[in-house]
């Protein structure tokens, strides 16, 4: 796609004018500190600012929080869902600006972005529905008393969301905690602030959200810290690293606050003996390229049987050197571009797994920000390929000879997201079960999912916590059990 075919976009939702070098705090205002700036990932290009929160302004924004959530926690369900269906509405309506910013801050493709907004989409109507959902249960009721639980909301959560998929992974969080009656406070990766943040504010702000229930507060780490330390606030949602997560989950533990973990994985893809080998390459390198491998679902581990492995291998090396990367605003393509230290990280695990053994059939290169997708064969277990989350566009492939090992193998990364696993369908089945992982999908992806599906993982991927469906109702809120006594009943401690 040539600049002259790029479609113009029409700032209606996200004119600047609005929120340029401001934080959705009580409102749009400016911050203390200077404003920073927003970037097109491909060209560097300026595209706007943001404020730049510091810890005092969170505080504030903690009080503020907190004061608005006892209100919006009284609106009535019916109301709560309303404005959240809104919202949804909005983001469709409103889908080409929203994507002219998920792609330019983001490097995303289009397809990715639109795909993004989808997905947003579909949150914000599942947990419209989830406001709606009976949330008391009756334990007794007779003559003497009338005893019920019921779900009431949290407060204040914390949301703090990563930079691969900004819209998304931060609505999962914001949507149906406000559905619940809870206020929110967000903070998005500097990164991503725009698709991850501004763009969420606008929504809600234009769907009749109450001012103060939401806050949006972009900032660097010591932002964060202060979110998290928050006394107002009883929830941290956070989606990011597992040493970011660690370190967040060690403070909010110090707070006796709940804690939603979902951090990093090395995800098996396992290609049994008798799986159809072109269906697994195609899954497989979908699960290792689709957008730079920067997802936290991506394929981390091929292990494939000794018998398939060349043919594999050679599969997927084909589908790599065909994927066109460049500027996804530009013109259409598969990869666009990530940033320089994620850049230098990449390579400098592809150059330790060449050095420990492993062969380098395909990639390895790369142009300024544009890293062609790569594939390492026979890779060694004691390579960072083989032990670090990569999150770049790289399939490390390793053979195997029998079940006990791959399933070994699978077991030992640490981590516990996601796995595949492809073969006759009984026979993969049965190797499936034996993995330790929070969800496991038989001759398919690892990047599988489903707004009604529980997300998340253990080990190192998370904290047990999960997110979508049903989980969402227990997520965000908590129990409350009440009692009304209707014949007081004469209570006595025998004298002695």
Not at 96 to 123: H, L, N, P
Not at 385 to 412: C, H, M, R, T
Request: charge should be negative; aromatic fraction near 6%.
């Amino acid at each position: 796609m040539s600049s002259e075919n790029i479609p113009t976009v029409a700032h209606e939702l996200m004119n600047p004018a609005i929120w340029g070098g401001k934080m959705y705090a009580n409102g749009w205002r400016e911050g203390a500190n200077r404003a920073l700036d927003v970037t097109d990932k491909s060209t560097d290009q300026v595209l706007g600012t943001i404020a730049n929160a510091n810890p005092a302004e969170m505080r504030e924004a903690g009080k503020a929080a907190l004061l608005a959530s006892r209100e919006w926690a009284r609106t009535p369900a019916e109301r709560r869902a309303e404005i959240v269906r809104h919202a949804a509405d909005l983001l469709e309506r409103h889908k080409e600006e929203i994507s002219y910013w998920i792609v330019r801050e983001s490097g995303s493709t289009r397809m990715k972005a639109y795909g993004e907004i989808q997905a947003s989409r579909d949150i914000l109507y599942h947990s419209a529905e989830l406001a709606l959902r009976p949330t008391t249960r009756v334990l007794k009721d007779d003559n003497g008393m009338l005893s019920y639980i019921e779900r009431t909301p949290l407060g204040v959560v914390g949301v703090i969301s990563p930079f691969n998929y900004p819209l998304a992974l931060a609505i999962r969080a914001v949507a149906p905690a406000l559905a619940m009656g809870n206020a929110v406070i967000l903070k998005p990766d500097v990164a991503t602030a725009v698709s991850g943040g501004i763009v969420i504010a606008r929504l809600f702000e234009e769907a009749g959200l109450p001012t103060g229930a939401l806050q949006v507060l972009p900032g660097d780490a010591d932002t964060g810290v202060a979110l998290v330390e928050d006394p107002s606030v009883s929830m941290i949602s956070f989606t990011g690293s597992t040493v970011a997560g660690r370190k967040i989950g060690a403070a909010a533990g110090a707070t006796l606050k709940r804690v939603s973990l979902e951090l990093g994985g090395k995800n098996p893809f396992i290609v049994l003996a008798d799986a159809n080998v072109e269906s697994a390459a195609h899954a497989g390198m979908f699960g290792s390229f689709f957008h730079h491998g920067q997802i936290c679902m991506a394929v981390g581990l091929h292990l494939v049987h000794e018998s398939l492995i060349d043919q594999y291998t050679a599969r997927v090396a084909e589908f790599a050197k065909a994927i066109k990367v460049g500027d996804p605003y530009l013109e259409a393509v598969g990869l666009g571009p990530i940033n320089k230290k994620q850049r230098d990280n990449i390579q400098a695990i592809v150059e330790d797994a060449v050095r420990t053994g492993a062969e380098l059939v395909e990639g390895g290169t790369f142009d300024n920000l544009f890293y062609r997708p790569t594939v390492l064969k026979n890779v060694s277990s004691n390579s960072r390929a083989f032990k670090e989350e990569i999150f770049g566009p790289v399939a490390v492939i390793v053979g195997f000879n029998d079940e006990s090992q791959a399933i070994q193998l699978a077991n030992g990364t640490g981590y516990g997201l996601t796995a595949s696993v492809f073969g006759e369908i009984e026979h993969a089945k049965k190797v499936g079960k034996q993995i330790e992982t929070g969800m496991l999908h038989i001759n398919d992806t690892t990047l599988l999912g489903n707004r009604e599906a529980p997300f998340g993982g253990f080990k190192a991927s998370g904290n047990g916590s999960r997110m979508g469906g049903d989980a969402d109702l227990h997520e965000f809120s908590t129990w409350r059990w009440t009692t009304e006594t209707r014949q007081p009943i004469p209570y006595e401690i025998q004298a002695t």
